[in-house]
């Protein structure tokens, strides 16, 4: 079948896009068709401990022939599982206070899925012929939201405030006294910790944020696939948030469960339900083999031992490695800036008025083997030109050891190139 016969969402589904672009240089990778150093796409790390977990788990799973065959052979409610729906939400109740119940809670066949659905549940098209937006507060924004609208023209992103920190260093801050919820305006969103640059919106600004939204009568969406509790890959002090009007996100991805495609929705009533029917009209009911790997886990509060005591340290001693290997490998007397990472899987890197851009980076990076992502993709919803997004690249740290070393010494060659050809 010839594209132009597709309708316009089949346009939208087979045009090139960022997200696709990663997924498919991470498949050729990870396939074996390449060698190449995967610093590119957002797969996370295997981790020894729990992955023996996970094992032990299928293996319990296995032999309880009873539970196992409830589990593979029946469909759940669309919402999820119903068990499962009951312990998040008492983990929650427990840990944090918040006032929800299984009716506050939906499992959806990962959180790129939920995006899709509640993206498009609260922007775009209105009944009134108006078209709703959703605001990004602070650009960069993770590249997965980018092409998830189904009417064009669906985000509003705000530029940052930029604090430089020592020689090699800076921060994103929201820029709330240029912060403008219009009319159009139908939902905020963040990712905390943010895909792509390890920024960890404060707890002071997640809650202007909430007041902003609230007052506004919109929802606050915070992405917080691998913030706190679980599965904690953030390394400072950042309290979760909830309140009627902010719809929380979370994954089994980042506890080294990406292959079950798990995604878990904490809202108000009237948007679970909403969740719910969207699952059973696009996949009948959502995956079970997460919800009942973790389950257990869930009701005892193990799953919050096992980020804080595994995941977390894990991640925060391959992070501290790869940041020594930087040092190493980075041409000090250069003008790059890491963002201050403070969460996420990834290194956020800032090369300043180098005279190539962060496609040609990249590409003069994929031709030496190491694959990155170019930071342009995730500055999406911009009104205007901004140099600042064809200056950056996202590096993926979690990956082995010696994969990291010699990704992060050629990269730092290409960059020490680059910059000399500006005084050629």
Not at 48 to 53: G, K, L, T, Y
Not at 160 to 178: A, C, M, R, T, W
Not at 185 to 205: F, H, K, Q, W, Y
Request: include cysteine.
């Amino acid at each position: 079948m010839k594209h132009d016969s597709f309708s316009i969402f089949g346009h939208k589904m087979a045009a090139h896009s960022g997200i696709v672009e990663l997924m498919d240089d991470l498949g050729k990778a990870m396939a074996g068709h390449e060698e190449m150093l995967m610093l590119g796409g957002g797969n996370p790390a295997g981790i020894p401990q729990m992955q023996a977990i996970w094992r032990q788990d299928m293996a319990a799973l296995l032999e309880d022939q009873k539970r196992f065959d409830r589990v593979l052979c029946h469909y759940d409610i669309p919402q999820g599982s119903p068990r499962f729906l009951e312990a998040v939400a008492a983990l929650f109740r427990e840990e944090y206070g918040w006032d929800i119940g299984p009716q506050n809670v939906a499992v959806t066949n990962s959180s790129q899925n939920a995006y899709f659905m509640l993206l498009n549940m609260l922007a775009g098209e209105r009944a009134d012929g108006s078209h709703g937006k959703i605001l990004l507060p602070v650009t960069p924004e993770y590249i997965g939201y980018a092409d998830q609208g189904l009417s064009e023209d669906m985000f509003v992103a705000c530029k940052p405030l930029i604090s430089e920190i020592g020689d090699h260093q800076f921060k994103y801050h929201v820029d709330f006294d240029n912060l403008v919820l219009g009319d159009d305006i139908a939902a905020v969103c963040v990712s905390r910790p943010t895909n792509p640059t390890g920024n960890v919106l404060t707890d002071d600004e997640v809650r202007r944020l909430a007041a902003l939204t609230k007052e506004r009568g919109i929802p606050l969406l915070i992405d917080n696939a691998y913030g706190a509790p679980f599965p904690s890959i953030i390394f400072g002090d950042a309290e979760p948030h909830w309140d009627e009007h902010v719809i929380l996100t979370l994954s089994l991805s980042k506890l080294g469960l990406p292959g079950t495609r798990t995604g878990i929705v904490i809202a108000s009533e009237a948007i679970i339900a909403a969740v719910a029917s969207a699952n059973a009209i696009i996949s009948l009911a959502s995956g079970t083999i997460g919800q009942a790997l973790v389950v257990g886990h869930m009701e005892s509060g193990r799953i919050l031992q096992f980020s804080r005591e595994i995941v977390r340290p894990f991640y925060e001693a391959r992070l501290h490695r790869a940041l020594d290997f930087v040092e190493a490998s980075f041409d000090q007397h250069l003008p790059w800036r890491l963002h201050r990472c403070e969460g996420a899987l990834f290194l956020w890197l800032w090369c300043r008025d180098m005279p190539i851009d962060s496609r040609t980076f990249y590409e003069r990076l994929k031709a030496r083997g190491v694959l990155v992502v170019p930071g342009r993709y995730f500055f999406y919803g911009l009104d205007e030109p901004w140099p600042h997004q064809d200056q950056c690249i996202r590096i993926n740290y979690s990956q082995p050891e010696t994969t990291v070393r010699e990704g992060l010494r050629i990269i730092g060659e290409e960059m020490q190139k680059a910059y000399s050809s500006r005084s050629m």
